[in-house]
């Protein structure tokens, strides 16, 4: 079975530039998370999606993040402008959410570098 | 706001030597507790999922055990291989069951 594909996997641009990183879930899971991770700060939420709808947004750290879910099958997280401080590792996480607690299954990550 | 600690920072062993990793957290009142494994370059495995009434879980070498009263979980690995060598991270709910709020992980090297 396929798992969490995330695209693309680098990333490296000039400050000011419009960053669009991509994910699509596991089939048939329904809830999808976005991370990311530095030294500095480890793995921190961005945002979560339940069937398609945006749950929790309070990780995003300022109005130049957005993250949009127009299907079950793909995500995206827009970063405009981008800044050097955004260089990180962009994971996306996908889980199906029942009455019990389910594991999440995550993504190989973006690379993302803001020169 | 929950926290989650993770001790030590970096752990060397010599292959076949049985280790302990450890995690702590301060909100006791969790659904449940993951245990991840990161290798480099790559994303998260979930490698343990414990419920809040369970004590423990066990995946063939590994065992997680949960003590929600004190705030503590520990990742047992049992006859550690070099493979085992990777960052592990422990991860609790904080404010909802889906909201994850994850440690800072323990680098694992196993000498060979």
């Known amino acids: 079975d396929a798992g969490v594909i995330q695209s693309p996997r680098h990333e490296v641009t000039e400050m000011g530039q419009e960053v669009t990183l991509r994910c699509k879930p596991i089939?048939?899971?329904?809830?999808l998370f976005w991370y990311r991770q530095t030294m500095m700060r480890g793995l921190e939420l961005l945002i979560y999606f339940n069937n398609n709808v945006p749950i929790d947004d309070s990780g995003m750290p300022e109005d130049r993040f957005s993250a949009k879910m127009p299907n079950a099958s793909f995500s995206t997280l827009k970063i405009q402008p981008s800044e050097p401080r955004d260089s990180a590792v962009y994971f996306c996480?996908?889980?199906?959410?029942?009455?019990?607690?389910?594991?999440?299954?995550f993504g190989d990550g973006t690379r993302l570098s803001i020169l | 706001k929950q926290e989650v600690t993770q001790i030590p920072a970096a752990l060397s062993v010599p292959e076949g030597e049985n280790l302990v990793l450890n995690c702590s957290f301060t909100d006791s009142a969790i659904y449940n507790l993951q245990w991840f494994r990161q290798d480099p370059g790559k994303g998260l495995t979930s490698l343990l999922l414990?419920?809040?009434?369970?004590r423990e879980q066990t995946s063939g070498r590994l065992n997680a055990s949960l003590d929600k009263s004190s705030g503590r979980s520990t990742l047992y690995i049992a006859a550690s291989q070099p493979g085992d060598s990777a960052t592990y991270l422990c991860a609790v709910p904080s404010g909802g069951y889906q909201k994850v709020t994850f440690g800072t992980g323990t680098k694992l090297q196993v000498i060979p």
């Open positions: 996480a996908s889980s199906l959410v029942d009455h019990g607690n389910q594991p999440q299954h």
């Open positions: 414990i419920q809040s009434s369970q």
């Open positions: 089939s048939g899971h329904n809830s």
